[in-house]
């Protein structure tokens, strides 16, 4: 009898490790998804069968999937330039709300920017540590210089390439104005999430000063482009999203819990050139197309062939 349950647990250990294997191997292509309603509602209770997958255009099969919650390798990306510092405050005073959404087995990095970025504290799983970090260094930054938003979220992708690659859902949550200067192509920072298999999510936070700027800008024109980093296409690329509030500590809630509200689809990697990017579509497919023709997927529009 003690034979027979040995026999079967070793069974259970195989099986697991390579149902771990088989989600996170190079033979799979891993796609994490967001529904949302016409009126603007997460979709829950989805299954497999209500999603289609096209890679270049043509339907791929979906080999895995899930609905459940996924540990989170997530780093909080705050602007810390001039303009920012009531807002940071407001968060941070609300951080504990917000960080209510992670679980046990989530990791956290913080980390800031201005004209350039840095790290306040590495990943973590220990979430009061990630508390007293948002509610203690980072109000006391020294807040002031330009505002380089698109080379702090590349910054932020690397990071999360240089981490071993685990289970867990990677994300990047960026609290900014998403006022600030162009300073690398958008395709640059796009591909760099598209490998760190990161997702990228924007609170934007209103800012009276951005009236005034949104005004001259429609007078100026092309300098307009000085005044908007374009985070927000970005993130749409990534699979992430961007929204703007002007309440920071509940929408700073509503975005962490966002990220974690995802579906994951697996799908097998095509036969191409290494390096090579190429594109994906998420949609919804049979019953569910038709009870939410109004549905918005979001999800990573495209990755980059593995080099082996």
């Known amino acids: 009898m003690r034979t027979l349950m ?45 999603f289609r997958v096209l890679d270049e255009g043509k339907p791929q099969p979906i080999v895995n999937f899930s609905a459940e919650e996924q540990p989170l390798d997530l780093i909080l990306l705050f602007d810390v330039s001039g303009s920012m510092r009531a807002v940071v405050g407001a968060v941070a005073g609300a951080a504990h709300q917000g960080l209510q959404e992670l679980r046990p087995g989530d990791r956290v990095c913080v980390m800031v920017f201005n004209s350039r970025s840095w790290e306040l504290a590495p990943f973590t799983e220990d979430l009061d540590a990630v508390a ?18 698109q080379a702090a979220v590349d910054d932020a992708a690397l990071r999360l390439k240089a981490e071993k690659r ?21 395709e640059t920072v796009v591909r760099d999430f598209w490998e ?18 949104n005004t001259v800008a429609t007078i100026m024109g092309p300098q307009r482009l000085l005044l908007q980093a374009g985070m927000k296409g970005i993130a749409q690329r990534t699979g992430g ?8 500590g509940h929408a700073f809630q509503e975005m962490m819990h966002r990220i974690r ?11 191409d050139k ?12 049979g019953e569910a197309a038709k009870a939410n ?7 990573r529009r495209g990755y980059i062939m593995p080099v082996k």
């Open 166 to 186: 685990t289970e867990r859902r990677r994300a990047v949550l960026i609290v900014t104005d998403n006022i600030g200067v162009r300073t690398k192509r958008e």
């Open 274 to 285: 290494p390096g090579k990017p190429r594109t994906i579509r998420v949609e919804l497919a």
């Open 132 to 149: 007293h970090t948002l509610q203690n260094s980072l109000t006391r930054q020294r807040f002031g210089g330009g505002t380089l938003i």
């Open 196 to 213: 760190a298999d990161a997702i990228l999510s924007g609170l934007i936070i209103g800012n009276p000063r951005y009236q005034t700027a």
């Open 6 to 50: 040995a026999i079967l647990a070793c069974c259970t250990l195989l099986q697991a490790q390579e149902d771990v294997t088989f989600r996170a191997g190079v033979s799979l292509v891993h796609v994490d998804a967001e529904v949302m309603s016409a009126d603007g509602r997460l979709l829950s209770g989805l299954t497999r069968a209500d």
């Open 261 to 271: 509200s995802r579906y994951s689809l697996y799908y097998p990697l095509p036969q």
């Open 293 to 299: 023709p109004k549905a918005i997927v979001r999800a």
């Open 241 to 248: 999203d961007a929204i703007k509030s002007d309440d920071p």
